[in-house]
């Protein structure tokens, strides 16, 4: 028989509250390597308030949070701190853009080198050997990886000068850039055109397969979600629904609902 995947990341029975408010209500949810699994549900289910409580932003009211990187230890992580979160290696891009849009492309996903060297201001200051190596590889690595989602022909444009759908792989490249285990993408595909789309699909499934990264991502176009989702859970109200192959997600009856009842008939 084959041996089961190694889970990454474990979420146990997650509730998180804002004052009166239960944003997400027991939600249990795994990740194992090499997966890319979806997390969809109508607007305000809860999906961004998950990843908030996963990546850090929120300590979640109760339930746990176990992370099993590959080569490292297991550990429960609730209410660490965002930038703890992203050294364990799990790295994530916002639903709104979050670029540094006055630095350009190469200096963006060099920031995000940032949490893997080892420079320190005396260093940084006397300019080392070390730290001029240090320098050299956060660069070459940069262009590595601007090559990878296709902008290593901009690398010296400003980051507020790149289209919509560019600037979004280059989030992606900056959370790569952190070499994590496992990559969160909140609507990765929020505001781009299908030629855009089709392009993000093809980036995701190849970062997945390629560099071995673990995908959680949050998204509403459910062509994209069918085509490159391994697993997929559905959030509705804070709870979860359903989960499943994308096949069984398509014809869930609930799932159906949930969709028919926001007034969209695309699930
Ligand atoms: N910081 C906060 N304080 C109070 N309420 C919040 C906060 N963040 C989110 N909420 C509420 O929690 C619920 C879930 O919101 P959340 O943004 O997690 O949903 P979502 O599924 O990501 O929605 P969308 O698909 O529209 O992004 C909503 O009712 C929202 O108004």
């Known amino acids: ?67 099993h990187p590959p080569n490292g230890q297991s550990r429960k992580i609730n209410g660490m701190k965002p930038n703890r979160v992203t050294e364990i290696g799990m790295a994530r891009t916002f639903q709104n853009i979050r670029l540094f849009q006055n630095m350009t492309v190469l200096e963006n996903v060099m920031i995000g080198r940032h949490c893997r060297t080892n420079t320190s ?33 901009v690398a010296d444009e400003f980051a507020k000068n790149l289209p919509y ?15 994590p285990f496992l990559l969160l993408l909140d609507e990765p595909a929020a505001g781009m055109n299908p030629q855009e789309t089709k392009e993000l699909d093809e980036l995701i499934v190849r970062i997945g397969k390629e560099e071995g990264i673990a995908i959680l991502l949050i998204e509403h176009d459910m062509k994209l979600v069918m085509n490159i989702s391994e697993r997929i859970y559905v959030m509705e109200y804070g709870k979860k629904i359903a989960q499943g192959s994308p096949q069984e997600i398509r014809t869930n009856p609930k799932v159906i609902e949930a969709y028919l009842g926001e007034g969209g008939d695309d699930a």
């Open 1 to 67: 028989m084959a041996e089961a995947a190694a889970k990454l990341l474990e979420v146990r029975e997650l509730t998180m509250d804002f004052g009166g408010l239960r944003a997400v209500d027991s939600v249990t949810l795994e990740v194992c390597e090499n997966e890319i699994v979806a997390l969809i549900g109508p607007n305000g289910a809860g999906k961004t308030t998950f990843f908030n409580c996963v990546t850090g932003i929120y300590k979640p009211t109760r339930g746990e949070i176990l992370v």
């Open 121 to 153: 201001i005396l260093g940084a200051i006397l300019r080392s050997p070390k730290v001029l190596g240090e320098e050299r590889e956060t660069v070459e690595k940069g262009y590595s990886l601007l090559e990878k989602v296709g902008l290593a022909d």
């Open 165 to 179: 759908g560019a600037q979004r792989r280059l989030e992606i490249a900056r959370a790569m850039a952190t070499d």
